[in-house]
């Protein structure tokens, strides 16, 4: 259990609204990532931040936007939320142990957009 | 760039018989690669990992799978599939701290 927690786990929300998911982790781990997942992609990477205030963009980041103010949250933002963000959200961290880049996943958030 | 390429985005195995789930990679480094499972409506868990060494690696509930370079494979194979190994598989291979995903095998075991 890499000690990582998701919420909400479960939204519904209509077109155009703004929503906040936020994940939070317990070990003080540096990487943070945010994937959705959808059936025949596999997960996609969003965004990733490598530190306080340090983000980047991954595969699929239009439309979406992210904060990470202290180390223990992650903070995936849509800022109107459409149809074709109606996903499962992944959460994960870097366990950065023994050099390898193996990575741990939160529960997940299932959002749709209506 | 990395990429990888899952074969079979569904695999129906009898219970006992063979679990082969394939996983071809192209990379531009020498990659890390990983099986992860996922079962219903719950995370993704690792299942097992290469990183340098023997090419053959073990993972959990008796999966492993075996490294080819000259082949860009890594292929997932159980000896005996039991009902509680149907869930879905992902491969990944990763270039520093990226992972790059296959599009997942959901595997089917019959009783």
């Known amino acids: 259990d890499a000690g990582i927690t998701q919420s909400p786990r479960h939204k519904v929300t209509e077109t155009g609204t703004p929503v906040t998911l936020r994940c939070h982790q317990t070990?003080?781990?540096?990487?943070m990532y945010w994937y959705r997942q959808d059936p025949g992609h596999g997960l996609r990477l969003i965004h990733y931040?490598?530190?306080?205030?340090?983000?980047d963009k991954g595969e699929v980041s239009d439309g979406y936007s992210v904060s990470r103010s202290k180390t223990e949250d992650f903070l995936l933002t849509l800022e109107s939320a459409t149809s074709s963000q109606t996903s499962v959200y992944f959460c994960?961290?870097?366990?950065?142990?023994?050099?390898?880049?193996?990575?741990?996943f939160g529960p997940g958030t299932r959002l749709t957009v209506l | 760039a990395q990429s990888v390429t899952q074969l079979g985005s569904h695999v129906s195995v009898s219970e006992g018989a063979l679990v082969l789930l394939r996983c071809n990679y192209s990379?531009?480094?020498?990659?890390?690669l990983f099986w992860y499972v996922q079962y219903p409506n719950q995370g993704l868990q690792l299942l097992l990992k290469?990183?340098?060494?023997?090419?053959l690696v073990k993972g959990i509930n008796g999966f492993e799978a075996e490294f080819k370079k000259s082949e860009t494979s890594f292929h997932l194979t159980k000896p005996s599939a039991h009902m509680s190994d149907a869930a879905e598989y992902f491969c990944?291979?990763?270039?520093?701290?990226?992972?790059?995903f296959g599009g997942g095998t959901r595997l089917m075991v019959k009783p």
């Open positions: 994960a961290i870097t366990s950065g142990t023994g050099g390898f880049h193996e990575q741990f």
């Open positions: 070990e003080n781990h540096r990487y």
């Open positions: 931040s490598y530190g306080v205030k340090d983000t």
């Open positions: 990379s531009s480094v020498p990659p890390y």
């Open positions: 290469y990183t340098t060494g023997a090419t």
């Open positions: 990944a291979v990763s270039a520093g701290n990226m992972l790059t």
